[in-house]
């Protein structure tokens, strides 16, 4: 059963905690985990193995790491809010992103992915700028990463180019082998031209590489490409422009029709959900029920710290939970296990990464995060054949209840102490760099005690 080293010895033991796996059985035992070269070698109750290092998780939760499908690793948030969507975009998102800079980038990828590790985000994909500068915070913080470069092409100068794209893909793909991955990310039909789509799927086919992009966010987008086309929808001109397939993640997807559900199941598109961004911008609920019926892999994402305004995926687990009981009126459906599942296999299926992490499972990369349990909010906890811990993690727990992280058997956090970032020089540094960002985009004043 367990393949230890010369020594007797696996590199990581975790210890006596209620171990959800997330496997189709929704198999829960209280044992342990045993980590060797990276992935799971061992799991069941009291293995009674010799690791290197080990993680006491008696009495708290282990299970998959959470899959961030959809976010943005930028640097400003709690600022331009209350806005309506395409005037957010247009005259503050888009015009602000023009003026970041690599420095502002590397600051934002380490508040992010700091915040991601002490939250239990195991995996993320980003789609934003300079994303070389990400990709080396990521070499060095250890979470899995997707970076797609988001690009642009209208306002020119707001994001990153086919060649700038291109030139990050050459550098990256084979520099951190499968922990690190480079894609393609076509910002939206809106804001790219029609030949950009045609570009990237012909070289995404090249590179062998997934897209990343944005469909149907807002009522306001199905009105532009209505009027460009003479009456299609976002996802049907998207498959026009860009051949939709299995490599494509699409954002939101709140504005389908029947027929667009449709469309997407038969291309085998995935589907990221961002509910707290969904409500937070007032652009509507994606029908996650009817994706999921249809068979499409649909994934949990937070979207940036701009429109969430933060990277908490327990958090977003419960947001989208809420928000399908309150627009259906029905309390049955999302349940917490099915909430469990959307946000680590869900969204590992999402992203292509299904085979690797999602579950805990002998073979898989251990990709796993420990969850107190011992928290006033967590009481009653009843543990034994899993008990009523799916519920507690989901509906009373947050993101600052993960104790320990880790990815490929690497510990990025125990007991909520960080190993991998220094982060203690961080806040000041996003600190200084936000306020030169927000300089050079010409809006510091308004936005500190400014406009309200
Ligand atoms: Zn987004």
């Known amino acids: 059963m367990v393949a230890p080293d010369r020594t007797g010895r696996v590199d990581l033991l975790v210890r006596g905690g209620v171990v959800l796996t997330m496997d189709d059985a929704w198999t829960v035992f209280e044992g342990d985990v045993a980590v060797e070269g990276g992935d799971i070698v061992a799991l069941g109750p009291d293995l009674g193995i010799r690791a290197t290092r080990v993680l006491e998780a008696r009495g708290n939760a282990v299970m998959p790491g959470l899959v961030n499908a959809h976010m943005h690793e930028v640097l400003d948030r709690g600022l331009f809010e209350d806005l309506p969507f395409m005037r957010w975009l247009e005259e503050f998102a888009l015009p602000k992103d023009k003026a970041y800079e690599p420095r502002h980038m590397r600051a934002a990828a380490l508040m992010n992915q ?5 939250g239990g985000t195991t995996a993320f994909i ?3 700028r300079f994303p070389a500068e990400a990709a080396a915070v990521a070499e060095r913080s250890g979470l ?8 642009i092409d209208e ?18 793909r084979d520099r951190v082998p499968d922990r690190i991955r480079t894609w393609f990310g076509p910002h939206a039909i809106y804001s790219c031209h029609e030949e950009t789509f045609a570009r990237v799927r012909e070289l995404a086919g090249r590179y062998g590489v997934g897209i990343h992009t944005h469909l149907a966010e807002s009522v306001a987008e199905v009105e532009i490409v209505r009027g460009r086309t003479g009456g299609l929808t976002p996802a049907a001109y998207l498959d026009r422009l860009l051949g939709l397939g299995p490599d494509v993640v699409a954002a939101h997807c709140i504005q389908l029709d029947d027929a667009d559900v449709e469309l997407l199941a038969d291309r085998d598109v995935a ?10 911008l ?5 029908r996650v ?25 327990v958090e977003e687990m419960r947001q989208a939970g809420l928000l399908q009981k309150l627009h259906r009126r029905d309390a049955t459906v999302m349940s917490a296990p099915s909430l469990l599942r959307l946000a680590t296999i869900g969204s590992a299926r999402a992203l292509g990464l299904g085979d690797r992490i999602g579950t805990l499972e002998v073979g898989k990369a251990a990709d796993l995060i420990v969850v107190d349990l011992h928290t006033a909010h967590a009481w009653p906890a009843f543990r034994e054949r899993g008990g009523n811990v799916a519920e507690h993690i989901v509906w009373s727990s947050n993101d600052s209840d993960v104790l320990a992280t880790v990815v490929e058997g690497r510990v990025l956090m125990e007991d909520r102490v960080v190993e991998t970032i220094e982060f203690d020089e961080i806040e000041e540094l996003v600190d200084r760099e936000a306020r030169d960002l927000l ?13 309200r």
Do not use: Y
């Open 289 to 313: 029920l009817e994706m999921q019926g249809a068979g499409i892999r649909v994934g949990l994402g937070t979207d940036s710290v701009m429109t969430n305004n933060n990277l908490d995926m």
């Open 114 to 118: 700091l915040e991601m590790i002490q």
């Open 155 to 172: 306002p020119l100068g707001a994001g990153e180019t086919l060649d700038s794209s291109v030139a990050f893909i050459e550098e990256w």
């Open 439 to 451: 300089a050079k985009a010409g809006v510091l004043d308004s936005v500190i005690g400014g406009t």
């Open 271 to 280: 589907v990221a959900h961002c509910p707290t961004s969904n409500m937070k």
């Open 144 to 151: 899995r990463a997707t970076f797609a470069p988001q690009l």
């Open 126 to 128: 980003d789609i934003f």
């Open 282 to 286: 007032g652009n509507g609920v994606a």
